[in-house]
């Protein structure tokens, strides 16, 4: 997983966050109050014009068609399963590949909980120093766990952190599967599978057609190349069909699998706002049953 090329994609993702907060409140899909500071300088100042927020939004529209209703979409639904989780009792959350998320700082009720935040070392340092300058300290329910997926597991890296498997626990993994090898998948899906039962994961995926060219999506020719000359090429996918059998293996039941079209249904509809979302990537929901 090439480091500084998914460092720019977590980047893009909490711009976008950002950019959303812009929004109308009544059509405001989230409230993140942290990414502003997050993001860190000049990013910060420069999303406060107006012209540059529509700058920064075409220029995302041009890679992919509908990627920033993608991004603000797959947020809208990991919040809520986040605080569902919560709410039934969960007392442990684990964001892996956890990039510029900020949900450790900003959802009710989730200062009560252990967080872990596990990814490569260099962005969380950074993350680190800002989160310092936002609150005048870290958050003390939050852990670091430094990692590279493709060399390390999760069983090494936790071992050494107060998680405790035996308990349950809901795993975040947003926009991280697409840059991995399927063995570091199988990896971290075996691990998760094995923690107590009750426990989550929710992730994003995108679709193997798409990995393998095969889709007649529009525009995602042109944005294969782009992610591939960012040094962050898409490389791991699966197919809606397949999912609940690929799942199986792991001890996890599929709950839910949602995309472009649910998102029009749940969030975009009641509210009246036009908003395109890239077809080719999913959020699945699934549970340990063993």
């Known amino acids: ?34 990414v502003k500071d997050v993001v860190g300088m000049p990013m910060q100042v420069m999303m406060r014009a107006a012209w540059m927020r529509n700058f920064t939004l075409q220029k995302t529209e041009a890679a992919g068609k509908g990627i920033y209703g993608a991004q603000v979409c797959r947020t809208r639904f990991i919040d809520e399963a986040v ?7 969960i007392g442990q959350v684990v964001i892996l590949g956890a990039g510029l998320d900020t949900r450790p700082y900003r959802l009710p009720g989730i200062e009560k909980a252990k967080v872990f935040e596990v990814d490569l070392p260099a962005a969380q340092e950074s993350k680190k120093k800002n989160l310092q300058k936002h609150f005048g300290r870290l958050p003390e329910h939050v852990t670091f766990v430094p990692i ?19 308990k349950p626990a809901v795993f975040l993994w947003e926009g991280v599967t697409q840059y991995l ?3 570091s998948v199988h990896q971290t899906l075996s691990f998760v599978g094995s923690c107590a039962p009750g426990s989550i994961i929710v992730f994003t995926y995108v679709l193997k057609s798409v990995i393998e060219h095969r889709s007649d999506i529009p525009g995602v020719e042109k944005m294969l190349e782009r992610v591939a000359k960012s040094n962050a090429a898409w490389t791991f996918g699966l197919e809606p069909s397949d999912l609940k059998a690929y799942l199986q293996p792991f001890h996890l039941g599929l709950v839910a699998d949602v995309g472009s079209t649910d998102y029009q249904e749940m969030y975009l509809q009641p509210i009246k706002r036009e908003l395109a979302v890239f077809e080719g990537e999913r959020v699945a929901q699934a549970v340990v049953t063993r």
């Open 83 to 89: 605080q569902t989780a919560l709410a039934k009792g």
């Open 181 to 183: 090898s399927e063995k």
């Open 148 to 166: 590279d997926f493709d060399t390390q597991t999760l069983e090494t890296v936790l071992g050494g952190t107060v998680f405790d498997p035996a």
């Open 1 to 34: 997983m090439a480091e500084k090329g998914v460092g720019n994609t977590a980047l893009g993702a909490a711009i976008c966050r950002l950019i959303e907060q812009y929004q109308p409140q009544e059509t405001r899909l989230f409230e993140d109050p942290v």
